[in-house]
């Protein structure tokens, strides 16, 4: 076995593979970038080298620089996680060359199945079945589209050395083929530094079904059973479980034997998965093969009691596999829930930040964290906005779906906002527990699945309001000491007439104007006068006058003193009372805002200033403010353009994933306060526009 070890990646994955590491003592190395520099994996390693700047190209994908590392350390053999170089067949062949082992596939491997296009034609010689599509090496537009249009609409664009829903798009119409194809070929370059694509038929409403397997150098190759991976969000997985729902025992052995004869005939050693989409009938089609450890392997691990880093660290050893195919055994179900820094309702936008507060779910036996993060890290723009993967696992799976919903009620992390209350309105849906699984489950559940946010505007905007001004309250009376000092009474008490406090909170993706009204002993009367729409036009919805409790759980405890602070201010445990209904609550600071965690959801808010008329220009006017820290990659309209609403105007560039800036309302595009290629951050004014209804 390997006494030292350096792992080429960062966040989570890097931390699972160190404590496994540490586990079978193993010495750990871990490398990072400037953004990294106080991170989690760079913590825990035994040691840490230094790569480079943020951005990937400059730090995690310098193959040589990483190998300098190894060779400084003394270590025998390098990690990749998965991203970065894990699929990187030069860097796997560098690696050899170093006389450092790669903990991974052969080279060979990687290469044969690195291109999607050549790794179809290796299946298609072998006599897996495929779906109908143009893998060719002629990569100019014109043979793409005429392939498109041979097979028929819809079809689907996939990057050749792609994964993660990176340079894919789904074309549903000819004319949207040409400025689709330039989209996927912009991310597949800025992903994977190759813009090939390939062209496949869509199908309705096919199941990804994977297979976990692995290779040894003796021979051995099995399958670890399969992973349904159907629930995603922009072609990327978000739920996973194991085993697959409604696979029979048959239908697994088909699978994964067609899995393991895929690996054998690229002469394949260490973990790999092998991707399938099933239809509804039970006929399988091959997708493509990843040759590394997937982000979804702890349900697999959960399911059959197995570590598979280990099993990769022992593989790479020489050592034989662990089990042989007889000896694996499924007990159970497991179900991986990925937790992300992103704003569901808002088409799933990546976001940045720092969390103030990160306090995941206890573990045990059912419940498994694996993060890289932990309170007061910060969100990146330049990788993937993870947080964690949140896994459970239980007898069955209508008792691990019960323990998922548990784990995310009890979840809580503010600072940024996050798809924790997204996932738990999914995974418990209806046609969830149901298992009425499909790739597009999230746009035909999309009305259940975000029934919250409209449901409960009302009821969240006056609690917030509550708990803010009840902190407010509490702030003032703390300094005071007695309770009954005058100037412990924060009602903002008025003769012959209620004190009535207005406020501006932004959540739910809107402003809403609230008045709060004091009744004494932690009651307030909140009316809500509705809340703007996403386009910046005002809107009368959801307003409504609501009677609020909100009672610090201190005082009632007696104990004097408030719950620990976060890192960027205070907490505040409540008794709230909404429409009768008395909970526990906890508004946490997150700057430059709070956050209120009630016991099945959170709702992150901030104050909005009163506009005092003088702000310049018209830069701010909704939906012409970065969403997120980002870089612009095009501008796509000229100044003094007239347009219409949904006009795009330019295409930002975070965590490797592209978002379009629309004109909110028809009007004159000004000027532009940044050129393609700059970096902006999240609430920088992009573009200078006048309303058609302001002009002249």
């Not at 690229?266 to 509804?280: K, M, P």
């Not at 449901?455 to 009376?477: G, H, K, N, P």
């Not at 207005?502 to 402003?511: E, K, N, R």
């Not at 009163?610 to 820290?629: H, I, K, Q, V």
């Amino acid at each position: 076995m390997f006494r030292k070890v350096l792992i080429a990646n960062r966040g989570e994955i890097a931390c699972r593979v160190i404590r496994t590491c540490r586990r079978l003592g193993i010495a750990t190395v871990a490398v990072y970038s400037d953004a990294d520099a106080s991170a989690l994996h760079v913590e825990l390693a035994d040691e840490a080298v230094h790569l480079g700047p943020a951005p990937a190209r400059e730090s995690y994908l310098r193959g040589e620089a990483v190998l300098e590392a190894a060779a400084r350390t003394g270590a025998e053999a390098i990690h990749p996680g998965y991203g970065f170089l894990s699929e990187n067949a030069d860097f796997a062949r560098a690696c050899e060359a170093a006389g450092v082992v790669f903990i991974g596939p052969p080279a060979s491997a990687i290469a044969a199945m690195g291109s999607k296009s050549a790794a179809k034609q290796i299946m298609e010689a072998a006599g897996v079945p495929l779906i109908p599509g143009y893998h060719g090496d002629d990569q100019g537009a014109e043979t793409l589209r005429a392939a498109a249009d041979a097979m028929g609409y819809p079809v689907l664009l996939k990057a050749t050395a792609g994964g993660g829903g990176k340079g894919m798009r789904v074309v549903e119409k000819a004319e949207a083929f040409e400025d689709a194809l330039a989209a996927a070929r912009r991310e597949a370059a800025a992903s994977f530094g190759d813009e090939r694509m390939l062209v496949e038929k869509y199908l309705g409403r096919p199941r990804h079904v994977e297979v976990q397997v692995f290779c040894d150098s003796h021979g051995g190759a099995v399958y670890l059973a399969e992973r349904d991976c159907s629930v995603q969000r922009r072609h990327q997985k978000v739920l996973e479980e194991a085993p697959a729902p409604g696979v029979d025992a048959a239908l697994r052995a088909r699978m994964g034997e067609a899995a393991v004869d895929a690996a054998k005939a690229i002469d394949y050693r260490g973990a790999g998965t092998v991707e399938f989409l099933l239809d509804e009938d039970g006929q399988f089609y091959f997708m493509e093969m990843n040759t590394r450890l997937q982000v979804e392997h702890p349900v697999t691990e959960l399911i059959t009691g197995q570590d598979l880093v280990e099993w990769q660290l022992r593989v790479a050893a020489g050592q034989p596999l662990p089990l042989s195919q007889d000896e694996i055994v499924i007990r159970g179900h497991a179900i991986e829930a990925r937790v992300y820094a992103e704003d569901a309702e808002q088409d799933f936008l990546p976001a940045t930040g720092r969390l103030t507060y990160h306090a995941p779910p206890p573990e045990d036996r059912h419940v498994r964290v694996d993060s890289g993060v932990r309170g007061g890290d910060e969100i990146s723009m330049h990788y993937d906005p993870m947080i964690a993967k949140l896994v459970v696992w239980d007898e069955n799976r209508d008792r691990a779906l019960d323990r998922l919903a548990g784990a995310l009620r009890a979840y809580r992390t503010a600072g940024t906002v996050t798809n924790l209350g997204f996932l738990f309105n999914l995974a418990t849906t209806r046609a969830f527990r149901d298992a009425q699984l499909d790739t597009g489950f999230i746009e035909r559940h999309r009305e259940a699945i975000f029934r919250e946010a409209g449901d409960t505007v009302a009821q969240d905007v006056a609690a917030c309001a509550a708990a803010l001004a009840c902190l407010q309250a509490a702030a003032i009376a703390a300094p005071a000491g007695d309770p009954h000092s005058p100037w412990a009474a924060a009602g903002g008490w008025r003769m012959n007439a209620p004190h009535r406090q207005p406020m501006t909170l932004h959540c739910h993706g809107a402003d809403h104007e609230v008045t709060v009204e004091h009744l004494g002993a932690g009651g307030y009367r909140v009316g809500t006068a509705g809340r703007g729409r996403h386009d910046g036009a005002p809107s009368s919805e959801n307003g409504a006058t609501l009677a609020v409790g909100a009672a610090p759980v201190t005082a009632a405890r007696g104990d004097g003193g408030l719950p620990p602070r976060t890192a960027d201010g205070g907490t505040l445990e409540l008794d709230l009372t909404l429409d009768g209904h008395r909970q526990r609550a906890l508004l946490v600071e997150a700057s430059p805002g709070w956050t209120l965690f009630f016991p099945d959801r959170a709702c992150p808010f901030h104050a909005i200033a009163a506009d005092t008329g003088e702000g310049g220009g018209t830069g701010a006017l909704a939906g012409l403010t970065a969403p997120m820290n980002g870089r612009v990659i095009a501008l796509l309209a000229d100044p003094g353009a007239t347009v219409a609403a949904g006009t795009p105007l330019m295409i930002l560039e975070a965590m490797k994933m592209e978002h379009t800036v629309k004109a909110p309302v028809d009007g004159t595009v000004d000027g532009f306060r940044f050129a393609a290629g700059d970096l902006v951050d999240g609430g920088a004014a992009l573009v200078d526009f006048t309303p058609a209804e302001n002009a002249a």
